[in-house]
């Protein structure tokens, strides 16, 4: 809409849903003032004249001490509504100092005397910012449900982003967190402007509904800022005048916590905890000894908590070098040689004289720490003021590093994770030219060690090397380096682990030096040097289990064992002969009802109760009441056929459509079902305990062809994809707390889905939405597959091999693997970017593909009734079942990756003995 069209009306803040603390006449005044001048919308873009003079003349303000930056804040969001989503607002605004007042200072209005940061809390809500009780009635959140929301507090802070920090406003309402950058900050002035548009949140709007984690963070050595972590994983981190801000920033947002994944409550006690304190509280450390988890995502872990972040360059996530060898054509795994010793964070050739003799004129012995800026400029290849490093300063060869490290005393540069997940960090996608080295080579892939041939060769076997047992028996020494007792004090001097001091916690309090160029140089300083993770610990840190100690605990994913029972557990035969066309095994103990969900081709399902006795004798989960029991125990209304009404869903389904598993959605609890493909173009929501329908969703214009679920968050949030014969998709909320699509109970208006993904010209069939990533891949009947974002941007797409047009199975690992299974036989292996990296053609007309949780391993099933499994990266064969007596239409994994259930042709399931390990290369070769 132009703006010349919209009416300048009195507008009242239930339509707009944004209330800044004005009078309701003034909230009117200042509404009509931001439209009329309001000069045009061009391109998603409003520019906003507004006179400084028009806001001091115009006594509408009921409030004082506030200035005209923050009335513009509230102006623009005042406006959203009447605008595009995503409307970037430019405002203008011409120099003016009202009479009697100094250039600066706030505008001060008649009229009661607020406070702006509390203005609209209530007396409870202030008491609990000042106290550390961060418990909330159930009656306040239900009015935060119910709220657009008036502004709460409102403060000064700078965004921290990769490559510039911006200075600006922060506003927070009941229900979403605003940034607006202070555009006429010289800082911020002077950035490249193709750094700005590589920045994200500069006018950024943030979903309470969408947060899943806050974490305090160090900003310049300063306890001082906050982390937010959002649903689709990625993260904004804003520095803020004190720590006190800090605090009553966290008690203004949801009380998530740190999120659910480290075994701590969701409080607001938490975020503000410190480092140490995170860590002694977690439960991750024990689930690492037990190998419930891989070394991988315990350093991440560790680096999350101690500080370090994405969105601060000078505090990126360190990882070890773990190899040692990149000169051999073949990389043997099993010597022992081929792998560093832990215990030191220096290099065997880095003399010990020479690493003395720094100390003796520094008082350290190294002056950056290990993943510094300028460290990670290296090895990202970072621009700095538009030019790259001196070409032979350049990281361009792997080999090349290590030897660095191993000569160079000053060179302490670890690892970033990247090394450990990302192939494309090393080649040159876009053809910089980067320079020629003084042996006259040009730069431009990194050089690869002989035994990779291929960059996915390199991530591949550098994942494995971290994992192996070598690395997992001695990975706590290089922890008690980095986070832990040898990190400072004594011991650090008796390992050689002395850094500059300036990149020490708590080594310098920034508000104490008055002196603004001293300030300046020390900031500069901090920048320069890096700083060091927060110490985590005080004493050794623990080592992890062996593999052979824990080779009888079946909790334990990435443990080694032989198989000890038969490849086939059970057999289930349901009453009805209908086809088994969807199988959902969520299976956790804590669970109210852990449970396999299946439905039937004729859409009869059954809640088949999950017993946890896997367990052998004297290990944890074995029980001798639970002994004689199986795992799955038949839901009884299915087995004694006297509830089925309770059982079928009797709605009518459209008569084109062919059941599938992507009809079905089960969520996380077991507690609801979701059905697609009915005539009247929705899908719907049942109760899996009465069978009864409790929602109907529309949106699409023909017929919902497939549903998929992302993997589940706090209180079972997830996202929902449903695709359709139109040839869109639509990405859904589902909030685990009110049970239902969409994020209000209360509102009697259908839900509104998240985003629309088009780009598909056919009726979409298979789809799979991963939301860690934040992408959703999709498949139409006739085409290539499409990756989008979950905010509906068209990535790219997944061109096959010539014979492989139709794709019908899709399945995506957190790591950024996309498999795809096309009909007639053919499977493809491709990375997120789009690159293809395997693919085999099969005698089967599969019907089932699922990933292990590692996603290293590829499981299959068809109408020949084998369960094959595959190595994903290669599609190497690993194992074949015994053949069953009828088709396989589906296939799920218990929660501890031990038992494989399958849907049968015949109406049955079939419950597999299934261990990964088995395949593990170390298994083969030492157990």
């Keep these: 809409q132009a703006v010349s069209k919209l009416p300048v009306r009195d507008v009242t803040t239930e339509e707009i849903g944004i209330e800044p603390p004005l009078t309701s006449p003034g909230w009117r005044a200042l509404k009509r003032l931001v439209l009329e001048s309001t000069k045009k919308v061009e391109n998603k873009t409003a520019e906003i004249n507004l006179c400084e003079r028009d806001l001091a003349q115009k006594n509408f303000i009921n409030m004082s001490g506030i200035d005209y930056r923050t009335i513009i804040t509230y102006a623009k969001m005042s406006c959203l509504s009447s605008f595009k989503s995503n409307t970037h607002f430019v405002v203008s605004i011409p120099t003016f100092v009202a009479p009697g007042l100094k250039a600066g200072e706030p505008v001060k209005l008649k009229g009661v005397v607020r406070s702006p940061s509390v203005a609209s809390q209530s007396p409870e809500t202030e008491l609990i910012l000042d106290g550390d009780d961060d418990n909330v009635s159930l009656l306040q959140e239900k009015e935060m449900d119910n709220l657009g929301g008036p502004v709460v507090l409102s403060s000064s802070a700078q965004l921290v982003a990769p490559a510039l920090v911006a200075r600006g406003t922060l506003s927070i309402t009941t229900s979403e967190i605003y940034f607006e950058v202070d555009e006429d900050e010289p800082a911020f002035k002077r950035a490249d402007s193709k750094v700005l548009a590589y920045t994200e949140g500069l006018h950024g709007k943030w979903m309470f509904s969408e947060i899943r984690a806050v974490f305090s963070r160090r900003y310049l050595l300063q306890n001082t800022a906050l982390e937010v972590f959002m649903a689709n994983r990625t993260s904004v981190m804003f520095n803020f005048p004190d720590q006190a801000t800090v605090k009553k920033v966290v008690y203004c947002l949801p009380r998530v916590g740190v999120g659910t994944s480290y075994g701590l409550p969701q409080a607001r006690r938490i975020s503000l905890a410190t480092s140490r304190q995170l860590f002694k509280s977690s439960n991750m450390t024990q689930r690492w000894q037990r190998r419930e988890i891989s070394n991988f995502e315990y350093l991440m872990f560790l680096n999350t908590i101690s500080g370090r972040t994405y969105n601060d360059l000078n505090q990126y996530p360190v990882f070890p070098w773990v190899i040692t060898n990149y000169d051999s054509e073949e990389l043997d795994l099993t ?73 160079d005393t000053s060179d302490v540069k670890e690892l970033i994770p990247e090394f450990y997940y990302l192939p494309e960090m090393f080649v040159n996608s876009n053809g910089y030219h980067l320079g020629l080295r003084e042996d006259g080579n040009m730069i431009c892939d990194v050089d690869l060690p002989a035994w990779a041939k291929k960059p996915e060769d390199l991530v591949r076997i550098n994942r494995m090397a971290l994992e192996s047992e070598f690395v997992s028996c001695q990975l706590h020494q290089w922890i008690d380096l980095i986070f832990g007792y040898k990190q400072r004090g004594p011991e650090a001097v008796r390992t050689l682990n002395v850094f500059h001091h300036l990149t020490y916690e708590g080594s310098v309090s920034l508000d104490s030096i008055t002196d603004l160029l001293l300030r300046e140089a020390t900031e500069a300083q901090i920048q320069s040097f890096g700083q060091t993770p927060s110490q985590l610990l005080i004493e050794p840190h623990p080592p992890r289990s062996s593999a052979m100690h824990l080779c009888f605990l079946p909790q334990s994913p990435l443990m080694f064992k032989d198989q000890m029972q038969q490849d086939v557990i059970m057999v289930l035969k349901f009453p009805s002969n209908s086809p088994v066309t969807h199988v959902a095994a969520n299976t956790l103990p804590h669970l109210t009802v852990p449970a396999v969900v299946t439905v039937t081709c004729n859409r009869l399902f059954a809640v088949n109760r999950w017993h946890n006795t896997v367990g052998l004798r004297g290990a944890p989960g074995y029980s001798l009441e639970q002994a ?41 609890d077991n507690r609801y079902i979701l059905v697609c493909g009915f005539w009247d173009k929705s899908f719907r929501v049942y109760s899996s305990e009465t069978g009864k329908l409790t929602q109907i969703v529309f949106g699409h214009w023909d017929v919902v062809t497939c549903l998929a679920r992302s993997e589940s968050y706090i209180g079972g949030d997830c996202y929902i994809v449903s695709g359709s014969r139109d040839a869109t998709l639509l990405l859904w909320y589902w909030s685990g707390r009110h049970h239902i699509i969409g994020d209000n109970p209360n509102t009697g208006d259908y839900p509104a889905p998240r985003a629309v993904l088009t780009g598909h010209d056919q009726e979409v069939v298979c789809v799979s939405v991963c939301a860690e990533l934040g992408l959703v891949i999709s498949g139409a009947k006739e085409g290539p597959c499409l990756v989008h974002t979950i905010t509906g941007d068209l990535l790219r797409a997944l061109e096959g091999p010539e014979n492989y047009q139709c794709p019908r199975l899709i399945t995506v690992t957190s ?48 109408d020949n009734g084998i369960v094959e499994v595959w190595q994903a990266c290669d599609f190497r064969k690993l194992y074949m079942y015994p053949g069953c007596d009828a088709g396989i239409r589906a296939m799920d994994l218990s929660h501890d990756q031990r038992t494989l259930i399958t849907g049968m042709a015949s109406g049955s399931i079939v419950a597999f003995n299934i261990d990964f390990n088995r395949w593990h290369y170390e298994h083969h070769n030492r157990y």
């Design 815 to 862: 790591e950024g693997h996309c498999i795809i299974y096309y009909e007639r036989g053919g499977f493809c292996n491709f990375s997120i970017n789009g690159k293809p990296l395997a693919q085999m053609d099969v005698n089967d007309s599969t019907r089932a593909i699922l990933l292990s949780s590692d996603g290293h391993n590829l499981v299959t099933g068809g």
């Design 335 to 407: 010597l022992p040689g081929n792998f560093r010793d832990l215990s030191k964070v220096r290099r065997p050739l880095a003399t010990q004289c020479d690493v003395e003799k720094r100390e003796w004129w520094t008082n350290s012995h190294f002056k950056c720490e290990w993943c510094s800026f300028s460290n990670l400029t290296y090895f990202l290849s970072l621009a700095n003021n538009n030019k790259f490093d001196h070409p032979d300063r350049t990281f361009s060869s792997i080999a090349r590093s290590w030897r660095n490290c191993q000569r």
């Design 628 to 668: 004689h029991h199986l795992p799955i125990e038949m839901d009884s209304l299915v087995a004694n056929n006297t509830g089925s009404n309770k059982r079928q869903i009797t709605d009518l389904v459209d008569q084109s459509i062919q059941i599938t598993t992507h009809c079905f959605v089960v969520t996380a």
